[in-house]
């Protein structure tokens, strides 16, 4: 059975503050996926990881991938108020099927 | 450009009754998924089609039933609703999973349909 694991599953961090949110999951794969959520909000993409060694930065968020350990990062440099919302960690497979971590819900407290 | 669009946003039903989601992209994707998030569960793929004419289940499709109407267009359907059914509902479209390097290659995803069944 896939897994896709993330953790932690809830974080609360002071503002300007660093963190990592992690994700691992138990199948072959080269293509990962990070999305936010708002509350109440739909996903949005951040960020897509294709290869091994990969690594994409947007603002405060760093994203990286290493396949042969089925891992996935998500770096939060200096915490913002705004950066408060649900990550999630998506997996592609062959077949054209993306599973989904449980997600990380951060809270930045100023 | 609309992106991806969902009707109805909210619904209510009762137990046994039946009803259609509507989901359409205006992206020209090839690929569109139907997917439901409970509360600490993430999104759970429940069909899905790589391409305009083919469907296929997800995770959990128990339940449920799919039409790839055109490319635009890919509805899901309950058939008698259970309250095991209560959750949102996510429809997404994609270009191209399937190409390796494709460098729009993510999910888009509606604004979700919260239903509830009693």
């Known amino acids: 059975e896939l897994k896709v694991e993330q953790n932690p599953l809830f974080l609360s961090m002071q503002e300007g503050k660093n963190y990592t949110i992690y994700c691992n999951y138990s199948?072959?794969?080269?293509?990962l996926y990070w999305y936010r959520q708002d509350p109440g909000k739909s996903l949005e993409s951040l960020f897509v990881l294709l290869s091994n060694g990969a690594v994409k930065q947007e603002g405060r968020l760093m994203a990286s991938l290493d396949t042969k350990a089925r891992l996935s990062t998500l770096h939060i440099t200096a915490a913002v108020h705004d950066l408060s919302a649900t990550y999630f960690c998506a997996v592609f497979i062959t077949g054209n099927q993306f599973y989904f971590g449980t997600g990380t819900s951060l809270t930045v407290i100023p | 450009n609309a992106g991806v669009t969902q009707t109805p946003k909210f619904q209510v039903l009762k137990t046994g009754q039946s009803m259609t989601l509507q989901c359409a992209q205006d992206m020209n994707h090839n690929s569109m998924y139907w997917y439901r998030q409970d509360p600490g569960m993430g999104l759970r793929l429940i069909y899905y089609s790589a391409s305009e004419g083919t469907t296929d289940k997800g995770e959990v499709p128990n339940g449920y039933n799919v039409s790839r109407l055109n490319k635009r267009e890919f509805s899901l359907r309950l058939e008698s609703a259970a309250p095991s059914q209560t959750s949102v509902y996510f429809c997404?479209?994609?270009?191209?999973?399937?190409?390796?390097?494709?460098?729009?290659?993510?999910?888009?995803f509606g604004p979700g349909t919260r239903l509830t069944v009693l």
């Open positions: 199948t072959t794969s080269d293509r």
């Open positions: 997404a479209s994609s270009e191209a999973p399937g190409l390796r390097y494709a460098s729009t290659d993510t999910q888009y």
